[in-house]
């Protein structure tokens, strides 16, 4: 029987589930009053980076179910742009883990996957069939392979949580793209736009929620309202310093921390060379 408009609704969430929920993802100042609520949303709300794994192996089927939620995404034009590579053997997790800076869960995870923005696959297209593909050099048809991949990602992100692992992205792996790309064997018009290193938490050594800014200064009504409220900004300082001493971090907050990455190209990881690496790569970026 089909479900009737109100049963197909999500509804109130309890009070204090919500609540909860809102304090831990803001801050008990900034948590908004109410939202609706089930159980997808509610594994939203949940979500943690998941940096330290345990050998749990991994179910069989695992691969082509991220893959399959991964393909269920929307993408643009229905392009689908985006090709994931699966890394499970060590040497290769090692030299992944080179790449990002030496971080170790990368080594850790049973499972990365690699995603790709992937024009490559369009260009092969076009030339069996002997079809013009000169819009692929363009800069807006490699944002679509990026968006696609994003999406792609998330969807399985959401997906291996739902199944009790987690995980992280390796955005590092941009600070090298070209060597990614020979490492994984890409073709030209591919690229690496990021990694997701996957496994069973550690209850040993257990993630909490990270709290996010105000939605105050995010969520804009109608026309962008530029007052940046120092008070949120103040408020999120707190909220994430809380949460770095909870987890045994450098109670640094957020603003140096994300001013320190914008300061200019020497912050950037080597990323500030991205632009001559993609045309290295075959990207024309035009």
């Known amino acids: 029987m089909s479900a009737t408009l109100s049963e197909a609704r999500p509804a109130p969430a309890p009070s204090s589930d919500a609540r909860a929920l809102l304090e831990a993802r803001y801050g008990a100042a900034e948590a908004p009053a109410g939202i609706l609520l089930n159980d997808t949303i509610a594994a939203l709300l949940s979500h943690r980076t998941v940096r330290a794994f345990s050998d749990r192996p991994l179910p069989e089927g695992l691969i082509e179910t991220l893959v399959a939620a991964a393909q269920s995404a929307p993408s643009s034009s229905n392009l689908q742009t985006f090709s994931v590579v699966a890394v499970e053997n060590p040497a290769t997790k090692a030299r992944l883990a080179e790449v990002a800076g030496g971080q170790k869960h990368v080594v850790e995870a049973p499972l990365v996957l690699v995603w790709l923005a992937d024009l490559s696959r369009l260009e092969e297209i076009g030339r069996r069939a ?10 807006e048809t490699l944002f679509v392979g990026i968006i696609d991949a994003a999406l792609a990602a998330q969807n399985a992100l959401v997906a291996l949580e739902s199944l009790g692992l987690g995980g992280v992205y390796l955005g590092a792996l941009r600070n090298k ?10 073709p030209p018009n591919v690229v690496g736009v990021f990694g997701l290193a996957i496994g069973y938490p550690d209850p040993q050594r257990p993630a909490d929620v990270k709290p996010r800014i105000a939605q105050r200064l995010v969520l804009h009504r109608e026309r962008y309202d530029a007052s940046l409220p120092q008070a949120a900004l103040d408020h999120y300082e707190d ?48």
Do not use: H, M, Y
């Open 177 to 186: 793209p070209d060597v990614v790309a020979q490492l994984l064997g890409l």
């Open 130 to 139: 002997g079809a013009p593909t000169d819009a692929l050099s363009f800069l």
């Open 239 to 286: 909220a994430l310093k809380a949460f770095q001493r909870g987890q045994n971090l450098p109670q640094v907050g957020w603003t140096s921390a994300a001013l320190a990455r914008v300061r200019g190209a020497e912050s950037l990881s080597g990323r500030d060379r991205i632009p001559e690496v993609l045309k290295a790569l075959g990207f024309g970026l035009r």
